[in-house]
């Protein structure tokens, strides 16, 4: 069991700037972030998986970075330009082995969660 514990959540104006950290008990071939917003389902976010590669949700690419420090075992969201629509609780996962493509986003692929970090963004 990979535990996972986030932080750097906080509330910002829009079009400020945040960075989301999650520090993993142990290295993960794939990690994600997901985010639900209030009253609306978890939805992915961005993920990385085990040769770097990262993939995005089109409502943040080009806004978000996700990046990886595996020495750390670190995950991290830079969150750039937010919007009011950004407002949910934001999960770091740990994947089910070793995700590509279009499964990097997808929640059923991930087994390990942690328990969350508020990010609210004021218009």
């Known amino acids: 069991q990979v535990q996972l514990v986030e932080s750097g959540g906080g509330s910002v104006q829009s079009g400020g700037s945040l960075t989301l950290s999650c520090a993993a008990s142990e290295y993960t071939a794939s990690m994600g972030w997901f985010r639900q917003p209030p009253g609306k389902e978890r939805e992915g976010v961005a993920a990385i998986d085990s040769n770097g590669g990262t993939k995005y949700a089109s409502s943040v690419e080009g806004r978000f970075t996700i990046s990886q420090d595996t020495a750390k075992n670190t995950l991290y969201l830079q969150m750039h330009s937010l919007k009011p629509e950004d407002t949910a609780m934001y999960y770091c996962?740990?994947?089910?082995?070793?995700?590509?493509?279009?499964?990097?986003?997808?929640?059923?692929?991930?087994?390990?969660w942690g328990q969350g970090t508020q990010v609210t963004v004021s218009s």
């Open positions: 996962a740990a994947g089910r082995g070793r995700l590509y493509g279009s499964l990097l986003l997808r929640s059923a692929y991930y087994n390990n």
